[in-house]
């Protein structure tokens, strides 16, 4: 079983920048696939960014694409998505997910474990 707890998240202003973290327990973090995802006030939870077990593998839904970047550190069990230039539509809930399945791209579905989340609002 995997736990998963995220943080980083604030109040930041449009334009502004936010690092989200995501620590991951257990000693098989190398073996999932990682995702963010994200829940607007009022709408579903989407699918944000996502990364193969080893890193090499990203990808982005294009409302992000160019301004987030995801990461991760298997050594330390991390997680990371780097926010830059955000806007007010940016605001909501962010979750970290993990996937034991194999992952090469495209959106990512099919996760196994969630955190909790984390709430980013962006102000204009």
């Known amino acids: 079983q995997v736990q998963l707890v995220e943080s980083g998240g604030r109040l930041v202003q449009a334009g502004g920048s936010l690092r989200l973290s995501c620590a991951a327990s257990?000693?098989?973090?190398?073996?999932?696939?990682m995702g963010w995802f994200r829940q607007a006030p009022g709408k579903e939870r989407e699918f944000a960014a996502a990364?193969?077990?080893?890193?090499?593998?990203?990808y982005y839904v294009d409302s992000v694409k160019g301004r987030f970047t995801i990461s991760r550190d298997n050594a330390n069990n991390m997680v990371y998505l780097q926010m830059n230039s955000l806007k007010p539509e940016d605001t909501a809930v962010y979750y970290c997910?993990?996937?034991?399945?194999?992952?090469?791209?495209?959106?990512?579905?099919?996760?196994?474990?969630w955190g909790k989340g984390t709430l980013v609002t962006v102000s204009s």
């Open positions: 997910a993990s996937r034991a399945a194999a992952y090469y791209g495209g959106v990512m579905n099919g996760m196994d474990y």
């Open positions: 257990g000693r098989t973090f190398s073996s999932y696939a």
């Open positions: 990364i193969s077990r080893n890193g090499v593998f990203t």
